[in-house]
């Protein structure tokens, strides 16, 4: 069962239904709670929403820019990522009101920014620049050690810890660095993630083992297979926290970006992941995105409708069996048979295939082995989904 998804649901939901109004920075007004979570056993599938298509390939590559420790949309427009347009041109923009940084051109309209982004690689890595945000902080902390200012690698140290010291309980990154906040674009949304890790119990391994394997049970050589050190020992959590979440835009691609970063860093230690938990603060819908969260919702079918959907699935022998139950167990037939019962009922989550053959896995530096990732390497398999629902992104 699609767990996630309903979790989701239930929280657009939640915010509709208590959601209190409050005013933003960006004018457009939200609908807001406090304090909420979300859950996810990695076992369970790749958390992928289904009740809407996501656009994954954007999600891809904005993990990919952070993990390169890039602050310039430069690598996301050529990526065809386009979440952090409306950022960039708002400090561009800001710029014609200002005396001294006024460009020597006439001013561009978004769409002619963008593109002279793509285009004009001075003009990209002038204008492109979004200060010291996420990537920044996550590879390159600045810290003043022994007299001078050095640049701390969190997610280096971070591995580095897990290799050698996976039960500590100060595995984490953060990106809400005090003294930089003033020269970001936007302060980070999701602050800063923590890492768990817990020993595999022997029947965990052994169904690895047979997950990746051609062992089968029966076969006396499993445990040589658990044996080796290429089999995982251990299993590896991740939990984020997030300050500000816009529940319908942000927060799918906070889970699916945050699942990936799960996946690539299991990947990089040999574990398996385990659980991926999301803390929630001021967890928000924008004004202008309640139609849509009630579209996603979905609405119920009616039981006629389903009944005539279950029929289709059945064949003559079974017809005159479902007609002489009662509603309730024509209800628990249609449920075991897939019927669904609302109409964005989630679909099974997708798998997440990593193609690391390419990667470049010089233990010595992370640049070469984050920067030889590509978008394509993460293939995501099986994804069934509804519709996309389209929601203006308010910068």
């Not at 208590?18 to 005013?23: D, H, Q, T, Y």
């Not at 037939?333 to 798998?351: N, Q």
Request: charged fraction near 25%; hydrophobic fraction near 35%.
């Amino acid at each position: 069962m699609n767990n996630l998804d309903r979790q989701y649901k239930s929280l657009l939901q939640d915010i509709l239904d208590n959601g209190v109004e409050k005013k933003d920075r960006t004018g457009t007004g939200t609908l807001s709670v406090f304090g909420r979570q979300i859950r996810h056993k990695m076992s369970s599938g790749f958390p992928l929403l289904t009740t809407k298509k996501m656009a994954w390939k954007q999600v891809a590559a904005e993990l990919l820019w952070f993990l390169r420790g890039d602050t310039n949309i430069k690598f996301l427009v050529d990526n065809n990522c386009h979440i952090w347009d409306g950022d960039a041109y708002k400090n561009y923009e800001k710029a014609f009101t200002h005396p001294i940084a006024v460009p020597n051109h006439d001013k561009l309209n978004k769409e002619e920014f963008i593109n002279k982004i793509k285009t004009d690689d001075e003009f990209a890595k002038k204008w492109g620049e979004l200060g010291p945000i996420y990537g920044a902080q996550w590879r390159g902390w600045p810290a003043w050690v022994s007299g001078d200012i050095e640049d701390i690698d969190q997610l280096g140290e971070l591995i580095k810890d897990l290799q050698e010291n996976p039960d500590s309980r100060r595995l984490m990154v953060s990106a809400w660095n005090v003294g930089e906040l003033s020269r970001m674009v936007l302060p980070p949304c999701h602050h800063g993630f923590q890492i768990y890790t817990r020993e595999l119990t022997w029947e965990e391994q052994v169904q690895w083992v047979m997950r990746n394997t051609d062992v089968e049970l029966e076969n006396v050589y499993i445990v040589e297979e658990i044996a080796k050190e290429t089999t995982p020992k251990r299993a590896i959590s991740l939990m984020w926290n997030q300050r500000s979440v816009d529940t319908f835009l942000g927060l799918p691609f906070n889970i699916a970006s945050y699942g990936l970063l799960l996946s690539i860093i299991a990947n990089k230690v040999n574990m398996v992941p385990d659980e991926l938990v999301g803390n929630l603060g001021d967890t928000h819908l924008y004004l202008n995105h309640l139609d849509q969260a009630r579209e996603q919702i979905g609405t119920e079918i009616p039981h006629l409708e389903r009944f005539s959907m279950l029929r289709e699935k059945m064949t003559m022998e079974d017809h005159a069996d479902v007609y002489y139950m009662s509603p309730a167990e024509q209800r628990d037939v249609m449920d075991s048979v897939g019927v669904p019962s609302s109409t964005r009922e989630p679909f099974k989550l997708p798998k997440l295939v990593i193609n690391s053959e390419f990667w470049n896995h010089d233990h010595k530096t992370l640049d070469g082995y984050f920067n030889s990732m590509d978008v394509e390497d993460f293939i995501i398999k099986n994804y069934q989904h509804h519709p996309a629902i389209k929601a203006l992104l308010s910068n």
